[in-house]
């Protein structure tokens, strides 16, 4: 299946509560995994809250890496967002698994712009007419 992009989304639960509570280094492992999946990193812009919580972005050339933390439950919501066919998402959702110190990660992945003719990758450039793409023929509910 060809898609413009890979989307993962991670479920970090019972992580340190200390580290996700703490904008510097918050920020700091955001942009290392950025940087250890080799992505271009183009803009950081990250906000804590009063009491607890930070919610972050890490836009890179090749998308995104997002994050909202919840100390006060050890839980963060991480989205790595990738386009392309370089770079590889799961070496940056590793070590934000082993930095945030997640003793209950998990993962689901999306295909993000599946645009399709048959069993070709359409090619990566604007196109001047409107095209009409193949139909999903079912949606599917993730949990």
Not at 30 to 39: H, I, L, Y
């Given at each position: 299946?060809?898609?413009?992009g890979?989307h993962?989304?991670?479920?970090?639960?019972?992580?340190?509560?200390?580290?996700?509570?703490?904008?510097?280094?918050?920020?700091?492992?955001?942009?290392?995994?950025?940087?250890?999946?080799?992505?271009?990193?183009?803009?950081?812009?990250?906000?804590k809250?009063?009491?607890?919580?930070?919610?972050?972005?890490?836009?890179?050339?090749?998308?995104?890496?997002?994050?909202?933390?919840?100390p006060?439950?050890?839980?963060?919501?991480?989205?790595?967002?990738?386009?392309?066919?370089?770079?590889?998402?799961?070496?940056?959702?590793?070590?934000?698994?082993?930095?945030?110190?997640?003793?209950?990660?998990?993962?689901?992945?999306?295909?993000?712009?599946?645009?399709?003719?048959?069993?070709?990758?359409?090619?990566?450039?604007?196109?001047?007419?409107?095209?009409?793409?193949?139909?999903t023929?079912?949606?599917?509910?993730?949990?």
């Open positions: 299946m060809h898609a413009l890979r993962l989304l991670l479920e970090l639960k019972l992580c340190n509560s200390k580290v996700l509570n703490d904008l510097k280094k918050v920020q700091e492992i955001m942009v290392s995994a950025a940087k250890e999946a080799k992505a271009t990193i183009v803009e950081i812009s990250f906000h809250f009063s009491p607890f919580g930070i919610s972050g972005v890490v836009v890179i050339a090749e998308s995104h890496i997002s994050i909202h933390t919840w006060e439950y050890g839980y963060a919501a991480i989205d790595i967002f990738t386009c392309g066919d370089v770079l590889q998402p799961e070496t940056a959702a590793d070590l934000l698994i082993e930095k945030f110190q997640s003793k209950d990660p998990s993962i689901v992945e999306l295909k993000r712009g599946i645009l399709i003719r048959g069993d070709v990758k359409l090619p990566h450039k604007p196109v001047k007419e409107v095209v009409e793409y193949a139909r023929k079912e949606l599917q509910m993730v949990p």
